[in-house]
């Protein structure tokens, strides 16, 4: 079974840009092949539930964003290295969570998706902005 590692994380100043990566170990999950699977990245606040950000079809057919993230954060993916990404720019303190990415288990057309449509979770990396 596949299994997701995040990196890329770390403690910067308002205004500054990060890239997160997603690595996945394997290439098969639950017998289907990464490359035909979405992806997702969530965080989780200090003291709140995991939010949903961004999501990207297989071979970046499609991309869909949480208003939260919208027109600051590009979510893509490599399926040679087998990696997703997130790209942050413009970081506000209110960005301060820990990051994870996820297998898209259930689509929904309106994009109005939970942690319940996503599993096999990474570990999450950690953004500390400060003001």
């Known amino acids: 079974q596949v299994q997701l590692v995040e990196s890329g994380g770390g403690s910067v100043q308002t205004g500054a840009s990060l890239r997160l990566s997603c690595a996945a170990s394997?290439?098969?999950?639950?017998?289907?092949?990464?490359?035909?699977?979405?992806m997702g990245w969530f965080r989780q606040a200090p003291g709140k539930g995991r939010e949903f950000l961004a999501t990207?079809?297989?071979?970046?057919?499609?991309?869909v964003y949480a208003s939260s993230g919208e027109g600051r954060f590009t979510i893509s993916r490599d399926n040679a290295k087998n990696t997703m990404y997130l790209q942050m720019n413009n970081l506000e303190p209110g960005d301060t969570a820990i990051y994870y990415c996820?297998?898209?288990?259930?689509?929904?057309?309106?994009?109005?998706?939970?942690?319940?449509?996503?599993?096999?979770w990474g570990q999450g990396t950690r953004v500390a902005v400060s003001a």
């Open positions: 394997g290439h098969t999950f639950s017998g289907l092949s990464m490359d035909g699977l979405s």
């Open positions: 996820a297998i898209m288990t259930r689509f929904r057309d309106g994009g109005d998706y939970s942690p319940r449509d996503f599993d096999s």
């Open positions: 990207i079809g297989p071979m970046n057919l499609y991309t």
